[in-house]
């Protein structure tokens, strides 16, 4: 399995993902241009992705969407709920209905409920046979009933988004820091290092901060806080890194 943070923060979002079987995008904020730059960075042909798994409706999430679509016929995959907020796809030919597990190609896809302000909002676990990769973002908490499934998993790309003392002092206006810091809003790297610190285990090779926010946090933040919470919890985990909103990620295999 790899994977290509291709851009994430509050502007834009998206993922690749390729396993043994399929090339997948998890999400396709930022506009057609710069993904279809950046997957031929990697030597990957917009044509080629099988299949678009969108996590929730916000444009961060899905500004590239219908001009990815138009252009390529791929595979849409989305819950009802998703979908049916899409107004201008609902007739779309290549489409798979979700609602908690997927098969794809025999690599399974655990979609987990996510907790955001949206009509529906998913994470996504993949196990492409026997490696595992978690997509962990736009969440104001982790259900614990889900613990089970991220455990031990070899990649976490995971939601890091603000700091909170930032996020307090900063230039946002009352209602909008109650939404970050309510349980429909983000990840704070606090929240972030704690299940991170719970979930990490002998098999895990990589974590990804990723959406991390232009205005309420810092990379150096982010990263002194998951180390000083690992530190703390006696988490032997150094292989940490944070994704950016217009710059790739190196290519991560397992």
């Given at each position: 399995?790899k994977t290509v943070v291709l851009c994430s923060g509050s502007k834009g979002n998206s993922t690749y993902v390729e396993t043994s079987k399929n090339k997948i995008l998890l999400d396709v904020g930022m506009n057609y241009k710069y993904l279809e730059e950046k997957l031929h960075d990697i030597g990957v042909s917009p044509c080629e992705i099988n299949y678009i798994i969108l996590s929730h409706t916000h444009s961060d999430h899905i500004a590239a969407l219908n001009n990815f679509l138009t252009k390529n016929?791929?595979?849409?995959?989305?819950?009802?709920?998703?979908?049916?907020?899409?107004?201008?796809?609902?007739?779309?030919?290549?489409?798979?209905?979700?609602?908690?597990?997927?098969?794809?190609?025999?690599?399974?896809?655990?979609?987990?409920?996510?907790?955001?302000?949206?009509?529906?909002?998913?994470?996504?676990?993949?196990?492409?046979?026997?490696?595992?990769?978690?997509?962990?973002?736009?969440?104001?908490?982790?259900?614990?009933?889900?613990?089970?499934?991220?455990?031990?998993?070899?990649?976490?790309?995971?939601?890091?988004?603000?700091?909170?003392?930032?996020?307090?002092?900063?230039?946002?206006?009352?209602?909008?820091?109650?939404?970050?810091?309510?349980?429909?809003?983000?990840?704070?790297?606090?929240?972030?290092?704690?299940?991170?610190?719970?979930?990490?285990?002998?098999?895990?090779?990589?974590?990804?901060?990723?959406?991390?926010?232009?205005?309420?946090?810092?990379?150096?933040?982010?990263?002194?806080?998951?180390?000083?919470?690992?530190?703390?919890?006696?988490?032997?985990?150094?292989?940490?890194?944070?994704?950016?909103?217009?710059?790739?990620?190196?290519?991560?295999?397992?």
């Amino acid at each position: 399995m790899k994977t290509v943070v291709l851009c994430s923060g509050s502007k834009g979002n998206s993922t690749y993902v390729e396993t043994s079987k399929n090339k997948i995008l998890l999400d396709v904020g930022m506009n057609y241009k710069y993904l279809e730059e950046k997957l031929h960075d990697i030597g990957v042909s917009p044509c080629e992705i099988n299949y678009i798994i969108l996590s929730h409706t916000h444009s961060d999430h899905i500004a590239a969407l219908n001009n990815f679509l138009t252009k390529n016929k791929t595979t849409l995959v989305v819950s009802k709920k998703i979908l049916n907020d899409l107004k201008n796809l609902k007739d779309y030919a290549n489409l798979i209905i979700y609602e908690d597990d997927l098969d794809l190609d025999g690599i399974l896809i655990k979609a987990i409920h996510s907790s955001h302000d949206a009509v529906d909002s998913r994470n996504f676990i993949i196990n492409d046979f026997g490696k595992t990769l978690a997509y962990i973002t736009d969440t104001g908490y982790i259900n614990k009933r889900y613990f089970k499934d991220l455990q031990d998993l070899n990649i976490y790309l995971f939601e890091s988004n603000h700091d909170i003392e930032l996020l307090q002092h900063g230039p946002y206006p009352a209602w909008l820091k109650r939404r970050v810091l309510s349980d429909d809003g983000h990840l704070s790297n606090k929240a972030a290092s704690f299940y991170l610190s719970k979930l990490v285990g002998p098999k895990t090779q990589k974590i990804i901060l990723i959406h991390l926010s232009e205005t309420n946090n810092l990379e150096e933040i982010a990263l002194e806080t998951i180390r000083n919470t690992f530190l703390e919890r006696g988490v032997e985990f150094n292989n940490i890194e944070c994704a950016h909103q217009r710059e790739a990620t190196e290519v991560v295999e397992v």
